[in-house]
């Protein structure tokens, strides 16, 4: 990729920010140009849009240029498939005039091999614009967006029906989730939204995070409604000692320390527990922080409870993650429950008899799930699973699964916005 670096309009930030995570392999948020803070709100608005939609919607223009296109295109082209991506998203998914997203698509083609790529983006763009609507009615979005091993897992667990509904809530973008510490019902009225939990408001319609009402105040902070169940499922933690093993960005933690528990914050990653010791100042509070490997952790005194939200695929955040289907492989989440059975083995260590374990994941895939807990609860005979019960917590009968494990899905709450995916196990520790 060599078009001008100087360049800042929101095609060409767009461009760039697709090109670093479809053909660089770079995570969404890491990958963000530097440029695009320089833009006003509105427009960064827009480019985010124009990548999240060129993600999303992937397996459909894919579908759409192997119809457009006499040969596929070379490896050697660099750029020029995210290129035609962002057009078609543009074209198809977006409404914006044609002649904006062609024209501009067309000078980013110059830039990339001057006269080669230029008439072959300007024809396949033009032929989108007459075909491209007729081509997408008769597509089947869920199943083109969602790779072939991903979809096949989701049906042998959940069953056809329901995976083509996780897959059809991952085409649709995720509203705004806030946690509120006190009075959601107000901060729904002041900030125009909905409340869709105990402490939860949704907004549709948000604009900069940081500019809403009461952001800088530490009133509330931001988390899916899903990412808020694990900490409920552990009850009164007024006055407890609380571990939260793999804490940032802080949104669980908040949550501890907001019903009262005395917090110790674990995280691996210096970047990650800078954020969340940021996150925490602005909401005015002060845990206990260890920037460490979790299976390196130890204390003196055992936990009244630790909650472990691992580290997984986190196949259940493609609603708001669109580049997670193309980066992972059928062997990540294997792969990571070895290292998720660990953290849990571990944590069983840290927690006092009677004491209870929350142990979470943010993934759709059963090995990242159910299948850590019964490896680990086969292998540890003090750790025993407390099922939860239809109605505890307020939780939906439907979120229950026959073991007595959470399990919510995107298309949980479709009618809403619908919700992350996650899993939770609660498991108390007997004996010494």
């Not at 010791?277 to 299976?295: F, S, Y």
């Not at 142990?359 to 750790?383: D, H, K």
């Amino acid at each position: 990729m060599n078009a001008k670096d100087d360049i800042t309009t929101p095609r060409h930030l767009a461009w760039r920010w697709l090109v670093n995570v479809r053909d660089r392999g770079a995570d969404l948020d890491a990958a963000m140009p530097k440029g695009l803070s320089r833009l006003e709100s509105r427009d960064r608005a827009f480019v985010r849009l124009m990548v999240l939609t060129a993600l999303r919607r992937h397996g459909q223009i894919d579908a759409l240029l192997a119809t457009f296109l006499k040969s596929p295109i070379s490896d050697s082209a660099k750029g020029l498939t995210a290129l035609l991506h962002l057009g078609i998203a543009q074209l198809s998914f977006l409404d914006v005039a044609p002649h904006a997203a062609v024209s501009t698509a067309v000078d980013i083609a110059k830039t990339l091999r001057p006269g080669k790529f230029s008439g072959l983006v300007n024809a396949v763009l033009r032929r989108c614009v007459r075909e491209g609507a007729a081509l997408i009615a008769e597509q089947d979005a869920a199943v083109l967006n969602t790779p072939d091993w991903l979809m096949d897992s989701w049906v042998s667990v959940y069953g056809a029906e329901t995976a083509h509904q996780i897959a059809a809530a991952h085409q649709i973008e995720a509203p705004l989730d806030i946690t509120i510490r006190r009075d959601p019902a107000k901060w729904a009225d002041r900030l125009g939204g909905s409340v869709v939990g105990p402490a939860s408001v949704r907004l549709v319609k948000s604009g900069a995070v940081e500019g809403l009402e009461g952001y800088r105040d530490g009133a509330w902070w931001v988390q899916d409604v899903a990412a808020t169940l694990p900490v409920r499922l552990l009850g009164d933690v007024s006055d407890q000692r609380v571990l939260d093993m793999c804490a940032a960005p802080g949104g669980k933690t908040a949550q501890l320390i907001t019903q009262g528990a005395d917090v110790t914050a674990l995280d691996q990653s210096q970047p990650r527990m800078k954020r969340l010791v940021e996150n925490m100042q602005r909401l005015g509070m002060r845990p206990e922080t260890h920037i460490v490997d979790a299976l390196a952790f130890s204390s003196d005194e055992r936990f009244d409870a630790v909650l472990l939200d691992a580290p997984c695929s986190a196949t259940g955040t493609i609603r708001r993650h669109p580049d997670i289907p193309m980066k992972r492989t059928p062997d990540d989440g294997q792969s990571m429950s070895h290292h998720q059975a660990m953290l849990l083995r571990h944590a069983a260590t840290l927690v006092k008899p009677g004491g209870t374990i929350i142990f979470a994941t943010c993934s759709l895939q059963p090995e990242e799930g159910p299948g850590v807990v019964g490896r680990v609860l086969s292998e540890i005979s003090t750790l025993q699973r407390a099922p939860l019960s239809s109605g505890e917590f307020g939780l939906n009968a439907d979120w229950i699964t026959p073991d007595g494990d959470l399990r919510t899905l995107p298309s949980h709450m479709a009618a809403n916005g619908g919700m992350d995916g996650f899993f939770a196990a609660r498991l108390t520790k007997v004996g010494a």
